[in-house]
T-cell receptor, first 113, second 116 residues
Framework: GQQVMQIPQYQHVQEGEDFTTYCNSSTTLSNIQWYKQRPGGHPVFLIQ?????EVKKQKRLTFQFGEAKKNSSLHITATQTTDVGTYFC?????????????FGQGTELSVKP | EPEVTQTPSHQVTQMGQEVILRCVPI?????FYWYRQILGQKVEFLVSFYNNEISEKSEIFDDQFSVERPDGSNFTLKIRSTKLEDSAMYFC??????????????FGDGTRLSIL
């Protein structure tokens, strides 16, 4: 079945350092969504990318969608302790009427003050 | 901001028993989902529901599982004859439109199911 792979599994950074997580799908996606899950919490929607090559920014977060709509990345500039959590990408297949989100394994980010 | 609410927050059940997990989706949303997350692992899709019927289900969602929208507000997941490996966090989610039409899904806080 379709898979969404995400790396790295864990990332430990010093506060102020940058962070990037990468997502790769085995097949072309309709769109990709990013979620953040704090420890003990639930996934919270961050953003969705729809167009090939799309780049979106939210303050210190930059999201990219690959030209082939098969890969995506999230980059955080100058991490803060509030960025701690697990970041998941989740892909949607084209014409998927069921709305199934295919989650990557997530990247757990820890930030040392 | 409207939220998806789930009850109970934690359910402890003996193996073999039936459990019902309850969700109240956001009121004007039309698409409803159940996901599960085994501790430390990724979120896995179980089922989606629209217009009072299942739209899609995963291979995890076998005859042991069923979903229902018994009234205009609740959306339930029933697990019959629970097994140890059913222990997980179960998340309900809802969206205003289909996710392939670029709609985000809003997740509830989850129900932690522990099977003894």
């Amino acid at each position: 079945g379709q898979q969404v792979m995400q790396i790295p599994q864990y990332q430990h950074v010093q506060e102020g350092e940058d962070f990037t997580t990468y997502c790769n799908s085995s097949t072309t996606l309709s769109n990709i969504q990013w979620y953040k899950q704090r420890p003990g919490g639930h996934p919270v929607f961050l953003i969705q990318l729809v167009k090939s090559g799309e780049v979106k920014k939210q303050k210190r977060l930059t999201f990219q969608f690959g030209e082939a709509k098969k890969n995506s990345s999230l980059h955080i500039t100058a991490t803060q302790t509030t960025d701690v959590g697990t970041y998941f990408c989740a892909g949607i297949k084209p014409y998927n009427q069921g709305g199934k989100l295919i989650f990557g394994q997530g990247t757990e980010l820890s930030v040392k003050p | 901001e409207p939220e998806v609410t789930q009850t109970p927050s934690h359910q402890v059940t003996q193996m073999g028993q039936e459990v019902i997990l309850r969700c109240v989706p956001i009121s004007n949303h039309l698409y409803f989902y159940w996901y599960r997350q085994i501790l430390g692992q990724k979120v896995e899709f179980l089922v989606s529901f629209y217009n009072n019927e299942i739209s899609e289900k995963s291979e995890i969602f076998d005859d042991q599982f069923s979903v229902e929208r018994p009234d205009g507000s609740n959306f339930t997941l029933k697990i019959r004859s629970t097994k140890l490996e059913d222990s997980a966090m179960y998340f309900c989610a809802s969206s205003a439109r289909r996710s392939d039409l670029n709609q985000p899904q809003h997740f509830g806080d989850g129900t932690r199911l522990s099977i003894l």
